[in-house]
């Protein structure tokens, strides 16, 4: 069967605590006035009511401002987060790079971390193994392939970890974000190379402040805000209506 991701009826709510110990005083004058206790929280929905269909052959990019879900979103499509209400349901082998990567091991060599990577992906470490000059000769950092990542710098750390997650061709991908790292020629590299694994790969959702990369690689838009679907449709259409509506 072909890979697919379906969303329905989603919605994740996050509690904010303000005050996790209230004190004797805080106990004793909500008992007065007549509350058993402060619950000291606020419950916060980051993501309210969404539900949407990914089928092969869907390229999405997910828009909207900083804190309307977007990557909330792509977390729990991933199985990071689980809905509060709804489910997730997906088919085919996922794989998603998030701006952290895979939470690189600093005492871990680049070596050992792209086999450690691999093992997470499901590929066994001979295979891995055999990839990683590949990957370090892409990353353009085969000087420092036996050194440990925690003398990496920030951008070292992004292009190997992209250039590791890039390396196999999932079902279903799920981009946050990751193009951060690398000087401008790195940056083309790494969009040619994430070209060639979209047209690869069946499912591809990804979030991006940057409407250029949402017009290259996709052909639907769906836009977030404050936490609930507001359009989902051509990224000609959907794009200028949300660009409109941050002036």
Known sequence: MEPYVKVDNVSLRFRLYRNRHPNIKEAVIHWLRGKSSDNGYQDFWAVRDVSLDFPAGSRVGIIGRNGAGKSTLLRILSGIYQP?????????????????????????????????????????????????????????????????????????????????????????????????????????KALNRLEKLIERTKVVIMVSHDMSIIERFCNRAVWLRDGQLTADGPPGEVIPRYLAAMT
């Open 84 to 188: 509060t209400i709804g489910r997730v349901e997906h088919q085919g082998f996922l794989i998603p790079i998030f701006t952290v990567g895979f939470g690189f091991n600093g005492e871990l060599t680049g070596r050992e971390n792209i086999i450690q990577a691999g093992a997470i992906m499901g590929i066994t470490q001979k295979e891995m193994a055999r990839r990683v000059d590949h990957i370090m000769q892409f990353a353009e950092l085969e000087k420092f392939v036996d050194t440990p990542v925690k003398y990496y710098s920030t951008g070292m750390a992004m292009r190997l970890a992209f250039t590791t997650a890039t390396e196999v061709s999932p079902d279903i991908l799920l981009l946050d974000e990751v193009f951060g790292g690398g000087d401008v020629g790195f940056q083309e």
